[in-house]
């Protein structure tokens, strides 16, 4: 049986909010420009590059920004975990609810790009237990399961 736990997802003006905290908790300072990635990266519905969310900061600020700084920025919110990365898609999503430490596993449409995030401690416990006995340290699961979404699936098979 799939490890569970509570925590609670954030959305719009709350999950910006939280992550502000978690940032400051981890000792950083949040400042305008990270205010900035972020909301853009919780704008995006789908996994978003940081090219895709330098051009989003970009506009809004009205001027260009460039994607190093931007790519800095989400390696620091992947560190202290207001955002996740979606490895095969070179993409990223805000974290629904910063607070909570755990791994994750991603469901990644290869029709839509949709990105459905799912929480299963005892398989990425699982594989961690199997890293640290083939003498791995620092162990953090990459999970990613591409395929078709529901919504997906079920056209593919209307028009098939």
């Known amino acids: 049986m799939a490890g569970h736990h509570k925590h609670h997802d954030f959305a719009g003006d709350m999950l910006v909010d939280a992550a502000r905290g978690a940032l400051q908790a981890a000792g950083e300072q949040w400042t305008d420009m990270r205010s ?10 789908k996994p978003a590059s940081a090219y895709d969310i330098a051009e989003s900061v970009g506009s809004r600020r009205g001027k260009r920004v460039a994607a190093n700084s ?5 390696d620091l919110f992947v560190r202290t975990n207001l955002a996740r990365r979606v490895e095969s898609a ?10 909570c430490h755990h791994d994750c596993i991603f469901l990644i449409c290869d029709a839509c790009g949709e990105a459905t995030h799912l929480d299963d401690d005892a398989l990425t416990g ?10 791995f340290a620092a162990v953090r699961p990459v999970v990613e399961i591409r395929g078709r979404c529901g919504a997906c699936g079920a056209e593919g098979a209307v028009s098939a």
Do not use: M, Q, T
């Open 70 to 74: 931007v790519y800095r920025i989400l």
């Open 90 to 99: 070179n993409a990223y999503v805000a974290n629904s609810h910063p607070g």
């Open 126 to 135: 699982a594989l961690r237990d199997a890293a640290h006995r083939a003498g």
């Open 36 to 45: 900035d990635v972020f909301e853009a990266l919780a704008a995006h519905e």
